[in-house]
């Protein structure tokens, strides 16, 4: 079964400085998607960034930005310009590519908790 | 216009009591899935329904049963509540087109079992 594992439960960065968030994960597809997602203190899910396991270059949204490792199976998560609404739970997910055959269970990190100190 | 909701927000049960909590989709989506949100675990995968009547089981499915008879709606029933049921569901749907598929997680409900 896969797994994901962030091990940094807490993290503090200050305002408008950068943060990177760890996330690995344990597999032995070739083929996935990884993703953070974001929940703030609403409690919504909102997806910050995915990545496709068959792409070397790293996904971009604005500030954030990832760090991709395929060999390592790593997946951090980097924001840069911290800004106080970037406070939230950070999660990291897995989830197979099953193509046009289905569709595959996300996978969760337990997920970082960040705290922008204005 | 959220395209999923779920219902209650929140509840307070008594244990042993039986508790439906209802997610309802207008996306036509076929895939659906109730996770649960608990402190150190993330989120885990209590059921899922890959179609009208079509469920199976997550890794956290014992005292749960899911059912789906409409494509619009997935319901989550806790037969016999008890205070390790205490926690934040969420449903999520998704097209299940493969590469361009992307998860829509409700706002969640906060589930206390007393």
């Known amino acids: 079964a896969q797994t994901v594992t962030q091990s940094q439960p807490e993290m503090s960065v200050q305002e408008a400085e950068t943060v990177t968030l760890s996330c690995t994960y344990d597999?032995?597809?070739?083929?996935?998607?990884l993703f953070w997602y974001k929940q703030p203190p609403s409690r919504q899910m909102i997806l910050v960034i995915r990545?496709?396991?068959?792409?070397?270059q790293n996904a971009t949204e604005n500030r954030f930005s990832v760090n991709f490792q395929k060999a390592a199976k790593s997946f951090s998560l980097k924001i840069s310009d911290s800004q106080l609404g970037d406070a939230a739970m950070y999660f990291c997910?897995?989830?197979?590519?099953?193509?046009?055959?289905?569709?595959?269970?996300?996978?969760f990190g337990t997920g970082t908790r960040l705290t922008i100190i204005p | 216009d959220a395209g999923i909701t779920q219902s209650p927000r929140h509840k307070v049960t008594e244990t042993g009591t039986p508790v439906t909590l209802r997610c309802h989709q207008t996306e036509n989506h076929r895939y659906m899935y109730w996770y649960r949100q608990d402190p150190g675990h993330g989120l885990r995968l209590i059921h899922y329904s890959y179609g009208v009547k079509d469920t199976d089981k997550g890794e956290v499915s014992d005292g749960y049963s899911v059912s789906r008879s409409k494509t619009e709606d997935f319901l989550l029933t806790l037969e016999s509540a008890t205070s390790s049921q205490t926690s934040v569901y969420f449903c999520a749907i998704s097209e299940g087109r493969g590469r361009q598929d992307g998860y829509t997680f409700g706002s969640g409900t906060r589930l206390t079992v007393v």
């Open positions: 997910a897995y989830r197979r590519d099953l193509g046009n055959f289905g569709n595959e269970k996300l996978t």
């Open positions: 597999t032995s597809e070739s083929d996935y998607y």
């Open positions: 990545q496709e396991a068959y792409k070397q």
